[in-house]
């Protein structure tokens, strides 16, 4: 365990660590943003992450169609994420060109993140939730760690125009708005039929196929979130980084 004792962490960056367990005494924490997976953290005596779920589904009331095991409440929370998306990408087209390929504070572009949300279909939809063998969309972007990503048909080296993307996120869209019209909730809790063999993600077996589908749903909430903040910073001046 790493201890830090009476330092000055002001400004300090935290990116992609595990913080589980870690305990923070005698602290001064303003203006502190923290973005992640939140679960049984105490601040001075109180769990407070009950009271942060409870705020995001009173300000985003599709988390709580994302949760349901119904058919109908998976259908419209897909229809109400994809039209987030549409609104979205309108606005950046009335931003100025080029907007779309803008870094925030290191995070990915809006394009890139739309690449991944390619690569989060095909692997988590089309690979887990259909049994698909087939290679991932070239242009798919997966995180560092995602092993073999060229074996698997993903270009590294791609560097796609946003209406490229968009048009292969409204195919990938259409594929799955079809699949929810006639998916039961049988279907639904039945195992996942991933495929045998090395692919990602390797740690799908024996999930259901509504697990599955809801890391897709929660991926598309979660950086459409992303995308937003973002927007915002660019729109207010925010720091850029390319």
């Known amino acids: 365990m790493t201890t830090f004792n009476d330092e000055d962490l002001t400004d300090a960056e935290f990116r ?12 001064v924490m303003q203006d502190v943003e923290i973005d992640g997976l939140i679960r049984n953290v105490v601040i001075n005596g109180v769990e407070v ?7 995001l589904d ?15 409440d998976l259908r419209m929370a897909h229809q109400q994420l994809r039209e987030q998306w549409s609104i ?5 087209r009335d931003m100025p060109a080029g907007t779309e390929h803008e870094s925030v504070n290191s995070e990915w572009s809006m394009t890139q993140t739309l690449r991944h949300l390619v690569f989060v279909h095909d692997s988590w939809f089309r690979r887990c939730c259909l049994g698909s063998t087939a290679l991932f969309t070239p ?3 997966g995180p560092e760690f995602v092993p073999d990503q060229q074996r698997q ?6 560097a796609p125009e946003l209406a490229e993307v968009l048009a292969v996120r409204d195919q990938q869209g259409t594929e799955l708005a079809r699949w929810l019209e006639t998916v039961t ?24 196929v509504l697990e599955c589908l809801r890391v897709v749903l929660n991926e598309e909430w979660a950086h459409h979130g992303f995308c937003v903040r973002d ?5 207010r001046g925010g720091v850029v980084t390319r």
């Open 153 to 158: 048909g993903l270009d590294t080296h791609a």
């Open 231 to 235: 927007l915002d910073l660019l729109a």
């Open 58 to 72: 009173r300000r985003h009331p599709v988390r709580l169609l994302m949760r349901s095991g119904d058919p109908a």
């Open 16 to 27: 992609e660590c595990d913080l589980t367990r870690a305990r923070f005494v005698g602290v």
């Open 49 to 55: 992450s009950g009271y942060v779920e409870a705020e």
């Open 139 to 141: 242009m798919g972007l």
């Open 88 to 92: 979205t990408v309108d606005r950046l």
């Open 185 to 208: 909730a049988e279907d639904l809790v039945a195992p996942a039929p991933v495929p045998e063999g090395p692919g990602w993600p390797p740690y799908a077996a024996g999930k259901t």
